[in-house]
């Protein structure tokens, strides 16, 4: 299960599921969380879950900035489009957003290395 954790002055203050394929923030009307907050934009940014296809039963989370007036944010580098990993911040305008992945909280940080092939 996949969640983002609003986060102001250091506490939760709000949780969301991301149990859909797209979970839409902004301002406007439709979208999944919805920020009383000036600094986002209407359609500010999706979060997106695929199918991965490196792991069966494993999603892909990925932000997408939508051409937002104030940039998406991620651990404090501006992003167009970036795959998501357990505890990465993410900043849209002011709003902060903690990214969870319970399997990998589950697992304790375990790290799945794929190796390549030897030329």
Not at 42 to 61: C, F, K, Q, R, W
Not at 84 to 99: C, E, P, R, T, V
Request: with cysteine; net charge negative.
């Amino acid at each position: 299960m996949y969640k983002l954790l609003e986060i102001v002055d250091g506490h939760v203050t709000r949780e969301h599921l991301l149990n859909e394929d797209v979970f839409g923030i902004g301002r406007n009307p439709g979208n999944q969380l919805q920020p009383d907050n000036a600094s986002v934009s209407g359609n500010h940014a999706s979060i997106s879950l695929t199918p991965s296809p490196y792991l069966d039963d494993t999603m892909e989370v990925c932000v997408e900035d939508l051409d937002s007036t104030n940039g998406t944010l991620v651990n404090g580098k501006q992003v167009k489009k970036q795959l998501l990993k357990h505890g990465d911040m993410l900043a849209l305008g002011s709003l902060n957003i903690k990214f969870i992945d319970e399997q990998a909280l589950a697992l304790g940080g375990t790290r799945i290395l794929l190796q390549e092939d030897e030329v």
